[in-house]
């Protein structure tokens, strides 16, 4: 199933310089899909990555933090159907007992293999399973094969998430070619693998995302363009207001196009395929109809513009009020109060799709919502709330909550 | 319709000394029934009370928290239908009408009497309505009458909300009286209303409570009894995390029954009060099956236990497996991890209405879960998680989110 409002994906489906995909049925998924996928590079690839702050980390994320200290890599290894998470040192020995049979086939060494799981928590992966398809993901390896990568690491997913830019640089092309899966869980609250500090506020749900880049970039530099790129677009969205033990975005850089760039030049393109891809995870959120960009604007610092942004896009009476297409201003306003973050609500403005629902913190009328109503039965929308005249801004991705999300997730092991 | 496994209710239908009552049918509400509501002392009352920390708050709420530093009022007048929220210079005049009307009526100030509303936010509260009712209200005022003022406050409540306790010194006696509403929007982070502080924390829905005492107790003590209370009651409970513009607790000591009392004395039987009618509103929230307390224990503080057992109990996924009766340990440890909280996973216990699925992180086994999923077809039960050896413990209320909720909250308005 394609995404709704899908650009042309064609011209998406060329391949990166120096990287080759694939994809298997190990067994692991009970309904016999492809669960198995990897992703080699040509030459050891620079790797930066983003992965979960929350305290219970899967045995992957462990593993993945501990060999991105090495700054490049060959492979990425993912599993769906089974998030290998609070699985113990079996947990831990599994993954890298993974890691080890996909490295011997590839003749590399294993702690270049990057691991990433997604499915349900407390399993432990069938490592072997794995290992009995080594050789066949190896031998499946090509270029164009990434939508099969994409297909494999998908879980509720009812669509592949794959996004494309490219970058010109004095007639010089680079590309950023991103794929990624997710449909619940979706909160991610990512930090840079190198950084050792605490996490610093309340988290968030499981989405891989993966990022292949031909450009030539240093490794700090890389690290710089994924965390911006991260910050704004998969830790700015939510389905559901909950982080993974799972999340892990990685970005690999070949340096095959030989178009050496820096953070700022890389950056943009990678913000975007970010975004394409934050987007399509949210619109495809379990069960969801409809995207809503949360855009908070006038208050003192970004800072607090997100803290407001993400405490509208994550409440349950906002999301319910989206699912019924109801302008319900109040609830928006109500959690906007409730973010902690000071404002004055007689100077406060609401609209939706651009139509002004609330003006200095009354309502405008019924017929303004009901034109707000009309937009809210499109996909896509935004709904902005202006607090006051200060520079922060900051917009946040939710999606609407009704029975579809209930029936996803009141079932989910059974 | 009564609450689930309501104990006793004769004993609770006895008046509390220095109070009396009444409920008139104001139409507020497009359905008819009885929508206001009339509390009055028989002489000015010792008050304390706990106000949202919304940053947006109704009228009603500025003008109790104004009102509540006199530290006496003689009334307490209340109105469902509407919450007069975001209704800007217009509902601060109603509500001053509205109450300047009934205060005629009983021939005492107008500052004395304390309003309270809930409703939809953005509606207009039309005090020509209960101006017009302000005469039968004084006139149908009777120490018995509570029950009548219990319902007329309620909204979406299936069942009203009463409890009472009585305290027994050296042979004498004082009662205190609860009264509650509150099925949706609730999840209240109340500060008291003579702390300017700002708010220090996200916080959360609409619930009312009127705590009535024929103890004689000063002011600062009826504060900090009722601050005590409300800590691990109303503000330890959650439904869909939504705080609301209009949550309000009053504590009105009569003194009637000439026993004097200290914090320390009225606060064990304030305090159970507000859990019970806290209990009462979880079970009744909207459209639950099902209430479970998340109880956090070996932290090294409470106050960490506190955000852990917060984030657990507002977990969608969470709360859609409580839902499905689903023993999914997984998402009760993701959500645990992503409090922003220390803790050791692979320390963690995690038992299911006595039955342990978790041991040292890891899954006890598909027969221990399908012991706790038993468990979980009842209609009350407590989920602990043990993350540590530390002294800090918290317990929080909350309730499973399922196709009710989303029916009761995707139409609210039309």
Not at 398 to 414: C, E, I, Q
């Amino acid at each position: 199933m394609p995404p709704p409002d899908s650009s042309d994906t064609t011209a998406s489906h060329a391949p990166v310089a120096g990287f080759r995909f694939s994809a298997a049925s190990a067994g692991i998924r009970r309904d016999g899909r492809e669960d198995v996928a990897l992703a080699v590079a040509d030459a050891p690839a620079v790797v930066a990555g983003m992965l979960t702050r929350n305290q219970v980390r899967a045995a992957p994320v462990d593993i993945v933090a501990q060999r991105l200290q090495a700054g490049s890599a060959r492979a990425v290894l993912v599993n769906s159907g089974c998030a290998n998470a609070c699985t113990g040192q079996a947990g831990f020995e599994a993954t890298l007992a993974s890691c080890a049979a996909v490295a011997r086939e590839l003749g590399i060494a294993e702690q270049e293999v990057l691991p990433a799981s997604t499915g349900v928590i407390g399993a432990l992966l069938p490592a072997d399973r794995i290992a009995a398809r080594a050789g066949e993901l190896v031998a499946g390896l090509a270029p164009g094969r990434f939508p099969g990568f994409a297909r494999a690491i998908g879980t509720t997913d009812r669509w592949e998430k794959i996004a494309r830019r490219t970058i010109d640089v004095a007639g010089r092309q680079a590309s950023v070619l991103g794929i990624a899966k997710g449909a619940g869980m979706i909160h991610p609250d990512l930090a840079p693998a190198r950084a050792s500090k605490a996490p610093s506020g309340p988290p968030h749900a499981t989405m891989l995302a993966f990022l292949f880049t031909d450009a030539a970039i240093g490794r700090d530099e890389l690290e710089r363009a994924l965390a911006g790129a991260v910050d704004r677009s998969f830790n700015a969205c939510s389905v559901d207001g909950d982080t993974s033990t799972n999340d892990c975005v990685l970005a690999l850089a070949s340096g095959a196009s030989r178009l050496a760039l820096g953070a700022s030049e890389l950056g943009p393109a990678l913000g975007e395929v970010c975004s394409e891809l934050a987007r399509s995870m949210v619109a495809d959120g379990e069960g969801a109809e409809h995207v809503a960009e949360i855009r908070v604007v006038g208050l003192p610092s970004e800072q607090e513009a997100r803290l407001v942004a993400r405490t509208v896009a994550t409440s349950l009476l906002v999301k319910t009020a989206l699912y019924g297409r109801d302008a319900n201003w109040g609830r928006l306003l109500g959690a906007a109060g409730r973010a902690g973050v000071a404002f004055d609500p007689a100077r406060a403005r609401i609209s939706i799709g651009g139509v002004e629902i609330v003006r200095a913190g009354v309502g405008v009328g019924g017929d303004a919502e009901k034109r707000a109503a009309a937009v809210m039965a499109g996909k896509s929308y935004v709904i902005e709330l202006c607090l006051g005249d200060g520079p922060g801004s900051f917009g946040y991705l939710t999606s609407d909550l009704g029975h579809g999300y209930v029936d996803v997730n009141a079932g989910y092991r059974s």
